[in-house]
């Protein structure tokens, strides 16, 4: 039972119309009702593990247990936290989870118990919906996706060195914060380093910190990001550029867990959980000597492969999405989509910029369009792809378009508004109709 002395005020966990689970420090199964086996499709066998993730989608997964976590280390219950719950089935309710601390007489957490409350009203989820293809701000259907997606809930519990490999433009630094926002370090700070921007004199200094007269130009005390990570999560970008001599240095800190000021003499205890990453090949930097073997396998305790774009294409109209709805807010548009051709270059370019290459393409054609459609006149130069800025190709016109078509064609329209930068009377001849007929077309279209 939770302890005696929690305050009466409190709801008791074991309410009848509440489902409950009992849980070991590892997640273990105790004990159960029905309305657990309810919501799961099956009883939970004692002993066994827990499927939460048959209870909480992977962005509430990590989220419950880093509050299960926390009640075990702390003794403290932790209260009506909301959350969306997985019904077997395919659907999803919002709920109110509370997590109660289970003690021997010594005061020693020996369990919790997990309890649901208050279950709303249900809100089937189709299959391609984004709340399956997503893992915060991290976007992806494809296997590779979703394989990390998986791992990122265990990744983020532990405590262990993270080294994430992947082109430039992938999400390095998303899925390193992600990491540090998920983790029992979450009060921490998050401090970013890009070791390729400091030149080489400054690294250490930037890294370490300095005392005041350590060298020409010091007249102060400096604190270094290590420092200033404290016990928070210290993500060391491109951690490939740094030279053997540092390797060295940064090795020895990982090992002893202390550190000097340069110009100092007094060691500094390193707290911080470390995040690195590359879009180098380490292990062929391994190979000429570029690279420290030992420094390398003390980063990636855990490792991370993110995929290139033209690996996961199936993923880019879930992104195009995004990108739409973030960007209508930002320039204040009601951009609905993009053309089919528009989508058809996406899927057909090489994208050696990756994510963050079709997020700016997006965000150009966002400065360009004119109505609801993204055309691709409206996109940057890809000289990559051996094109100039692609223009829009009809086989025929808007109006042979609009006149072989049964109903007014909505394609016809479009692009005959955005050859005309959305001027009506331009489009309008180039239809052969009249300007109110336009008019009436768009509004019955829906097209405003």
């Known amino acids: 039972m ?41 009883d939970p066998k004692p002993g066994k593990p827990f ?34 719950l997985l019904y077997n089935g395919g659907s999803k309710s919002l709920c109110s989870y509370s997590v109660y601390p289970l003690f021997k007489s010594t005061r020693i957490v020996t369990g919790v118990i997990l309890c649901f409350e208050k279950i709303q009203k249900q809100i089937h989820l189709p299959e391609t919906a984004e709340f399956h293809h997503s893992f915060k701000n991290i976007i992806g259907k494809s296997e590779k996706m979703q394989r990390l997606f998986t791992m990122l809930p265990d990744i983020a519990e532990s405590d ?12 390095k630094d998303l899925f390193a914060e992600t990491i540090h ?4 370090r979450s009060k921490g700070p998050y401090i970013a380093v890009n070791c390729a ?14 005392e005041k007269s350590a060298f020409t130009g010091a007249d102060r005390l400096k604190t270094g990001r290590f420092e200033m990570a404290g016990a928070g999560t210290l993500f060391l970008d ?17 090992d002893q867990r202390k550190f000097e000021r340069v110009g100092g003499t007094k060691p500094v205890l390193m707290e911080a959980r470390i995040i690195s990453a590359t879009n180098k090949n380490l292990t062929e930097a391994i190979t000429d000597k570029s690279f420290r073997e030992d420094f390398y396998y003390r980063l990636r305790t855990v490792s991370l492969n993110l995929p290139p774009l033209r690996e996961k294409k199936e993923d880019i109209p879930l992104l195009v999405n995004h990108f739409i709805k973030l960007f209508n807010k930002k320039y204040n548009k009601e951009i609905r989509s993009v053309d089919t ?61 609009f006149f072989t078509s049964k109903k007014p064609d909505k394609e ?37």
Not at 160 to 171: D, H, K, P, Q, R
Not at 181 to 184: D, G, K, N, Q
Not at 243 to 248: D, F, G, I, N, T
Not at 357 to 386: C, R, T, W
């Open 2 to 42: 939770p302890a005696a002395d929690l305050k009466s005020k409190q709801p008791h966990p074991l309410h009848r119309s509440n489902g409950f689970v009992v849980l070991t420090p590892s997640l273990l199964t105790m004990g159960a009702n029905h309305v657990i086996s309810r919501l799961i499709g099956y």
């Open 197 to 210: 921007t400091f030149a080489e004199s400054l690294i250490e200094s930037e890294l370490f910190g300095h």
């Open 238 to 254: 491109e951690i490939g550029e740094l030279k053997p001599e540092l390797q060295v240095k940064l090795l020895r800190v990982l």
């Open 341 to 401: 051709k528009v989508m058809r270059f996406f899927q057909q370019y090489h994208f050696p910029g990756n994510v963050r290459e079709l997020e700016q393409a997006m965000e150009h054609a966002y400065v360009f369009a004119k109505g609801p459609v993204i055309f691709l006149s409206s996109l940057p130069d890809f000289k990559e792809f051996n094109i100039a800025k692609p223009e829009p190709e009809l086989k025929t016109t808007p109006k042979e378009i």
């Open 51 to 84: 499927p939460l993730d048959k209870l909480f989608y992977k962005q509430e997964l990590i989220e419950v247990k880093s509050e299960i976590n926390r009640t075990i280390k702390s003794g403290q219950p932790k209260i009506k936290l909301k959350a969306e």
């Open 181 to 184: 926002t998920h983790s029992l």
């Open 412 to 448: 016809a329209i479009l692009h005959a508004l955005s050859l005309s930068n959305g001027r009506r009377q331009k489009a309008a001849d180039l239809l052969s109709i009249s300007r109110t007929s336009l008019w009436r077309l768009i509004k019955k279209l829906e097209l405003e």
């Open 160 to 171: 262990a060195n993270v080294l994430i490999c992947g082109e430039s433009g992938t999400g």
